[in-house]
């Protein structure tokens, strides 16, 4: 048995279908089980990071765990989201984990990167027993979901950093990695590799706007956000002075992210999916 966490996520839900379609007994956990869409055959079970009875529950029985959390840097102490999933992946025994970090997981010497230090080391720790696999993605092309209220109301976006270009990679080329991962052969090679993932395109937000457009067939314009007003708007959302400053320096003093880089394309054999090719299969999620 296979434990998804963050199962009917980006990442999570691509990850269980694919399983799922191989044949692997899947197990997906959500917070809301009840109301969670999931392929036939796939067990979905309650679990909350923030109640460990429910973790003990939700992996009981299972070899192998997808761990990811949405648990925002500097909301708490620590990653205590990462650290509580990996220490109910241990007492249940699991003998194989794929974590779903960030790129540069660790790097540096920032809040983000201690905070991702901290949360890789829950399961890459030599005392676990267990085979890990890591997988330090940059941007998704997924958050580019972001703009489809706007859009569905009107032909213009107001987005942050639309100059700033990044290799957005999507979740169902990772999901795949994952999978891999997961489910090894005899020389189980994923086995403590940490890899570091990309989309085979650097775009900036304005030019994914431009590829959507085509798509929908649609006359899209962007509104820059300025840094201040981006900067104001993640304070107002909750994260601390000392991660604000952090994400404006990675961002604006670092081009790390926007380059291709050549690990998925050896690991799947194939290139990775282009934006046009994610924004053709999403087209829906912009039109109601």
């Known amino acids: 048995m296979i434990l998804v966490t963050g199962a009917t996520g980006h990442v999570g839900g691509e990850l269980v279908r694919r399983l799922t379609a191989a044949g692997h007994p899947v197990r997906a956990m959500t917070r809301r089980p009840a109301v969670a869409r999931l392929s036939a055959g796939?067990?979905?079970?309650?679990?909350?990071?923030?109640?460990?009875?429910?973790?003990?529950?939700?992996?009981?029985g299972a070899s192998g765990a997808f761990l990811m959390s949405a648990q925002g840097v500097g909301?708490?102490?620590?990653?205590?989201?990462d650290l509580a999933l990996a220490e109910a992946a241990?007492?249940?025994?699991?003998?194989?984990?794929?974590?779903l970090s960030v790129l540069d997981a660790g790097a540096g010497s920032d809040v983000i990167a201690r905070w991702h230090a901290e949360?890789?080391?829950?399961?890459?720790?030599?005392s676990r027993d267990w085979a890990w696999t890591l997988l330090r993605p940059g941007r998704f092309m997924s958050n580019a979901l972001q703009w489809a209220g706007q859009?569905?109301?009107?032909d213009e976006v107001t987005v942050p950093f639309a100059d700033r270009p990044a290799a957005s990679i999507d979740p169902a080329d990772l999901a795949e990695v994952a999978a891999l991962a997961l489910t090894p052969n005899e020389s189980d090679e994923h086995a403590a590799?940490?890899?570091?993932?990309?989309?085979?395109?650097?775009?900036?937000?304005?030019?994914?706007?431009?590829?959507?457009?085509?798509?929908?067939?649609?006359?899209?314009?962007?509104?820059?956000?300025?840094?201040?007003?981006?900067?104001?708007?993640?304070?107002?959302?909750g994260f601390p002075p000392?991660?604000?400053?952090?994400?404006?320096?990675?961002?604006?003093?670092?081009?790390?992210?926007a380059e291709v880089l050549p690990t998925l394309e050896k690991l799947l054999g194939r290139p990775a999916r282009t934006f046009a090719e994610w924004a053709r299969a999403h087209a829906g999620a912009f039109s109601g």
Do not use: C, N, W
Request: hydrophobic share 40%.
């Open 42 to 60: 796939v067990e979905a079970v309650y679990g909350d990071a923030d109640d460990p009875a429910s973790l003990d529950a939700a992996f009981a």
């Open 75 to 81: 909301t708490a102490p620590g990653p205590t989201h």
């Open 90 to 99: 241990a007492r249940a025994g699991v003998r194989r984990v794929v974590k």
């Open 119 to 126: 949360a890789e080391a829950a399961v890459t720790d030599p």
């Open 151 to 154: 859009l569905r109301a009107g």
């Open 193 to 237: 590799a940490a890899y570091e993932l990309s989309g085979p395109q650097s775009l900036t937000p304005t030019q994914e706007l431009s590829i959507l457009a085509d798509v929908l067939d649609r006359d899209l314009h962007i509104r820059p956000l300025p840094d201040e007003a981006a900067r104001a708007g993640m304070s107002a959302y």
């Open 242 to 257: 000392e991660v604000v400053d952090a994400i404006m320096q990675r961002t604006r003093e670092s081009d790390r992210g």
